[in-house]
Each structure stands twice: as structure tokens, then as C-alpha cells.
């Protein structure tokens, strides 16, 4: 067997020579151009690990978004809507407030809808038989119905619910006001409770204990994200300082951007 071609050796294959390289010159090694490629013109295959950008990697620390220890409550709202902060006094420090879940006027969009179909089609059945005089009440019966369910989406609109650091407020009504507050250090025990359906649209009833008395704030029915709603008060009745801190915390953030 001819050994001319360096490439050979003993009765073993014969190699051929790397693309761009000559005889008698030193042949450059190159690296794969990914993991599990290798150099055919080594004996054993040679692996590499896959190079990964950093840029990459940067959202693996990101834990964000990532439910990571106790849960944190929302940031809060900065300023209280004018409808509330007449009922506030100076050195008093908002904390947030929230209109009752939609849920509340479930009633009321039933009974618009079944009005409106039944009235329609009562006028359209007088209209037939040539009753003008009944069909002018029946579409003012309509319109008055219509009248009533938007005077209760505005008092549904009005009502609120309002944390402050000192108390706990229920503000409703639109053309008769009721305003009612419990201090927070009166509050012995306060409990949330969900139906089956007030777990699927997020919403619940709060119950508030205070000092064996009877209270118009006791119930507080269809509260809107109850969960998130308990957590901030019960932060505010035990850890006040963690809720200066974060408020601390967030304008130091506000103010760097």
C-alpha cells in the first residue's frame, strides 16, 4: 500500500486533508460550529457546550412574575377621589377606596332586559290592532322603568368603600347620603365569605366584629377582589410601618425615574 499520501497510515483509512490546507504546513484546528459537532479529521469526536448570550439569560433572575413567598399586596392609590376626600381630615392618610363589585346590580340588568322585551312586544301586538292610546302608556311605563334602573346604576356609581390608617368608611347614597366609619382599633375580628359565584367573578361579603356592639358597618356585601382588599387591612391594623415603608420605598422609585 502506498504511503505517499500523508494522510495514511498503516492499513488504517486514508485521511484527507482539510479543505485550504497544503502539504507540510501545520493544519489550524477549528472548532465546531455547534454542540455535537466534531472534527473529521480527528480520531474521537470532540464536543463543545453551547455558548449562551448573557442578554439571554438576564430574564432567568427576573422573578417578578414568579409566585415567590407570601403574597404582596397592589401598590396603593395615591389620592382619594373628590367624592371621598370631603369626608377625610388632614392628617388623615388614604389608603384606598373601591366601588362594590357590578354584581350588585345583577337585579337591576334583569329586570331592564325583561322590560324591554316584554314592553316591546306588547307594543308591537297594540300597535297591530290599531291601540295607539296604549301603546303611548306602555312605552311610557317603559321609560319610566329605564328612569328607575339608571337612578340605582348612579347609587350603585356613589357607594364606596374607603381605607384609611385610622377607620374603615361606607359612603352611599346619591340623593340621601349615609356616611358610617368604625376606628380600626375597635375592630376585634373581621371575616370575608364567598359563594361558589362570587369566587368565579372575584368578588365577596366582608363582616367586621367591633367590641360586641352592633355596627351599620358590620356587613358589607359584593366588596370587589376581597382577597387583596383583607390583605390591606389587616397590614394596616398590624404592620402599619411595612405600608409607610412601601409607600416610602415607591416614591423613592417615582423620583429616581
Known amino acids: 500500500m502506498s504511503t505517499d499520501d500523508p494522510g495514511a497510515t498503516g492499513d488504517g483509512p486514508r485521511r484527507r486533508p482539510r479543505p485550504g490546507s497544503r502539504r507540510g504546513e501545520p493544519i489550524e484546528p477549528t472548532r465546531p460550529e455547534s454542540a455535537g459537532d466534531y472534527d473529521d479529521g480527528s480520531d474521537t469526536a470532540e464536543f463543545l457546550p453551547l455558548e449562551i448570550p448573557e442578554e439571554e439569560l438576564t430574564g432567568l433572575h427576573d422573578t417578578r412574575g414568579v409566585p415567590v413567598g407570601p403574597r404582596s399586596v397592589q401598590p396603593l392609590d395615591e389620592e382619594p377621589s373628590p367624592l371621598v376626600s370631603r369626608y377625610l381630615f388632614p392628617t388623615e392618610k388614604f389608603r384606598g377606596e373601591w366601588k362594590k363589585h357590578w354584581i350588585h346590580l345583577a337585579k337591576e340588568f334583569v329586570i331592564g332586559a325583561l322590560a324591554t322585551f316584554l314592553i316591546g312586544w306588547l307594543t308591537g301586538y297594540l300597535a297591530g290592532h290599531n291601540l295607539n292610546g296604549l301603546v303611548t302608556a306602555a312605552v311610557l311605563l317603559w321609560v319610566v322603568i329605564i328612569a328607575y334602573l339608571g337612578w340605582r346604576v348612579a347609587d350603585w356609581y356613589y357607594d364606596r368603600f374607603i381605607l384609611t390608617n385610622k377607620r374603615i368608611m361606607v359612603v352611599n347614597g346619591l340623593v340621601a347620603r349615609t356616611v358610617g366609619m368604625m376606628p380600626l382599633v375597635r375592630v376585634t ?28 358597618l358590620r356587613t358589607v356585601k359584593s366588596l370587589p377582589n376581597p382577597n387583596e382588599l383583607y390583605l390591606r387591612i389587616v397590614e394596616e391594623m398590624y404592620e402599619p410601618e411595612a405600608v409607610e415603608a412601601r409607600l416610602a420605598r415607591t416614591a423613592d422609585e417615582a423620583a429616581d425615574t
Open 189 to 216: 375580628d373581621m371575616k370575608y365569605t364567598q359563594s361558589p359565584l362570587g369566587r368565579m367573578l372575584n368578588y365577596g361579603t366582608f363582616i367586621v366584629e367591633s367590641a360586641g356592639q352592633d355596627q351599620a
